[in-house]
Nanobody
């Protein structure tokens, strides 16, 4: 049974940092972090594949870092130099099928419930 449970969200001042975690059950070829503002579509923030390769949205490059503890099957999103425009609900997401781990044509098959990040 696949489960993704995010944690680590909260409120922080601009310039601060937060680290999100995603407790995951399942064998995934890639895991991603998405975010969504009210009334807007979900945006992929970062993705990490089983081989360790990563992708980032241009808006977070140089500020956010995705990593994964393979022993714990837990991906992390380290968010530094946070800006008010980073305020959103952040979701952990995952794909089992490898071909869905490349490009932007495929949305993840599995999603967590989300954790709120507020930057003021």
């Amino acid at each position: 049974d696949v489960q993704l449970v995010e944690s680590g969200g909260g409120s922080v001042q601009a310039g601060g940092s937060l680290r999100l975690s995603c407790a995951a059950s399942g064998n995934f070829n890639c895991m991603s972090w998405f975010r969504q503002l009210p009334g807007k579509e979900r945006e992929r923030v970062a993705r990490i594949r089983k081989d360790g390769s990563t992708n980032y949205a241009d808006s977070v490059k140089g500020r956010f870092t995705i990593s994964k503890d393979n022993a714990k099957n837990t991906p992390y999103l380290q968010m530094d130099s946070l800006k008010p425009e980073d305020t959103a609900m952040y979701y952990c997401a995952a794909n089992i099928l490898l071909f869905r781990c490349y490009g932007d044509s495929w949305l993840p098959s599995y999603w967590g419930q989300g954790t709120q990040v507020t930057v003021s």
